[in-house]
């Protein structure tokens, strides 16, 4: 079996292509698991050393917008599944319009209309995000998004995720790809450097902590946030590719489990983890850039679509943190943390 | 004043121009009312005589497409407001996957760039559709739609208009244009000609037999459909380019104000304004294609948004067969009907 991610060499396209190549095989929507041969990992950024060292791994950098225009790349042909996890971040979107319509919106297309040319019928798991829920004034959120919810984006983020989606379905339900699209929640705790997404301090805040650094926590205590871990992130994505049809329902897309926070309470489970020393590195100098996206997002879901898959969230915030100094131990430099 | 409308040949279009000429003038989102001095109507076709004859109308014929990578077109920076009502319809696009994402997705958006590049920032009132909203198996529909329902689109002419929805909503929020998107209900009875939509024969059912023609009525009795007439469709399109802002509410599109019917009592008022003779001639036999498609749309609206912003739907079917057999005396030679 041949896969495709798109954003392959980003942190959960790397982390996904580790994930698979562990499993060894994959079970698409429903059928008898199928040894993965070789997974192309796209990415603008060369794959981290240990997938390059791996050989079921091709790397294939440059823009996706020019390497789905690539007439004869063969790996487009071959691909029984495609992540398409690739994409400008939120801040980024927001900051640059341009971008993000040819990251998101025209790229997202462009790699729908590369699949239907071929006629491959590959399963194409969509990573939108729960960012096509905003909150406005004029058109209040629920206090607790369910699967029915009308997403009404209030960033370019979420609009362009939100149109993805609809594309998705909509090739989908004419046979094109057999697409299914997931929210991802807010990743937290990622590792690594900072990226431009309007959510990173919510990983940064404890990231750099960890690591003795002083970190960026710019929204108040109150905000709310929907949390999952890479660990579950990564489950749900490879969870929409193994569903069967039936099990995966309508087209619209699933809301990934989340464990509900708030950033104060984040905090406080920081210094239970590694103490008041962690939480003296937090400057809470308020971000008004950020606090205009970040409050616009919904911080309590019901999943029930999710749940009925097998998906589950979180158990606690805590339980987040520890597990990323257990799978990061060489990122924790402050003294005393396990 | 100067106004563009996209579509402007077609039945409503041509209807909208007449309807503004005759008011004179407009109020663009609560501003005074200024005169209309130009009417650019863009469109395939060359409009009717009457408008052709009139000296504030500019007719543009060719290919939407076209016309908006035309750099010199002169009409796109003079427009203070357009009204995109330029589509494919329903069916064509359903038996035509890439003339529905030309027309309506690359449409749509290629006129927003349009717009934005030009930073003239013109009211637009985007047509989008009922046809949002599609009932599935996996996803039945509520039984009455409101203004938070979440649309499923179960056709490519809806998935389209959807996403037509979503870039207006993110231009105007980004401040390139001043959009405002409207759902068309089911326009009966349109007069003319039927055309490529699934629902052309909601008006073929009333409007051939009143020419004394056969007609298809393809699917059950007991079809619900939700109807606005012509006149109805047209003052909604118009207080959408009027309202203020407030007034507007939300970028989210709105549902205008419908008839809940049936198909069968349709006939039903047919017979009674024009007797067992019209209703004769109706061919009964079913049509696989059409069902598939009207059955996926809903029948009953609760439109809180429109009844506050003043509008309404009609009083009923029959009533709306009189105003027809009003406006188009020519079209009705069916004996014994005034």
């Known amino acids: 079996m041949h896969i495709v991610i798109t954003g392959g060499a980003g942190f959960l396209g ?31 950024a060369a794959p981290p050393a240990d997938l390059a060292a791996d050989a079921r791994i091709a790397a294939v950098t440059g823009d996706l917008n020019d390497q789905l225009a690539a007439p004869h790349a063969a790996f487009w042909r071959e691909a029984d599944a495609i992540f398409h996890l690739a994409a400008a971040v939120s801040g980024e979107c927001e900051a640059d319009f341009d971008l993000g319509m040819r990251s998101n919106f025209a790229a997202t297309h462009a790699l729908l209309e590369r699949v239907r040319a071929l006629g491959t019928k590959p399963v194409l798991v969509f990573a939108s995000s729960l960012a096509v829920f905003g909150d406005s004034p004029e058109q209040p959120l629920p206090e607790v998004i369910v699967d029915q919810t009308l997403p009404t984006p209030q960033t370019s983020y979420g609009i362009q995720k939100f149109i993805g989606e609809q594309l998705v379905a909509d090739f989908t339900r004419k046979g094109f790809v057999r697409g299914r699209s997931v929210r991802l929640m807010t990743v937290s705790v990622r590792p690594g450097k900072p990226n431009g997404a309007a959510s990173g301090f919510f990983s940064g805040m404890v990231r750099e902590p960890l690591a003795g650094l002083p970190a960026a926590c710019p929204v108040p205590d109150s905000t709310p946030v929907a949390i999952a871990s890479p660990a579950r992130t990564i489950e749900g994505i490879v969870r929409a590719a193994e569903a069967t049809d039936a099990e995966w329902g309508p087209r619209t897309a699933l809301n990934l489990p989340s464990l509900a926070t708030t950033v104060g309470d984040m905090a406080a489970a920081l210094e239970r983890v590694a103490g008041k020393a962690a939480t003296a590195l937090l400057d809470r100098a308020p971000d008004a850039a950020i606090m205009r996206i970040v409050k616009t997002w919904p911080g309590r879901f019901e999943t029930a679509r999710a749940k009925a898959l097998g998906l589950t969230a979180d158990p606690s915030f805590e339980a987040v943190i520890r597990d990323y100094v257990r799978e990061n131990p060489d990122a924790v430099k402050l003294p005393g943390v396990a």
């Open 14 to 44: 790397a982390r996904l292509a580790r994930t698979l190549l562990a499993q060894g095989q994959l079970s698409l929507a429903g059928a008898a698991p199928r040894p993965i041969s070789r997974i192309t990992l796209v990415d603008r």
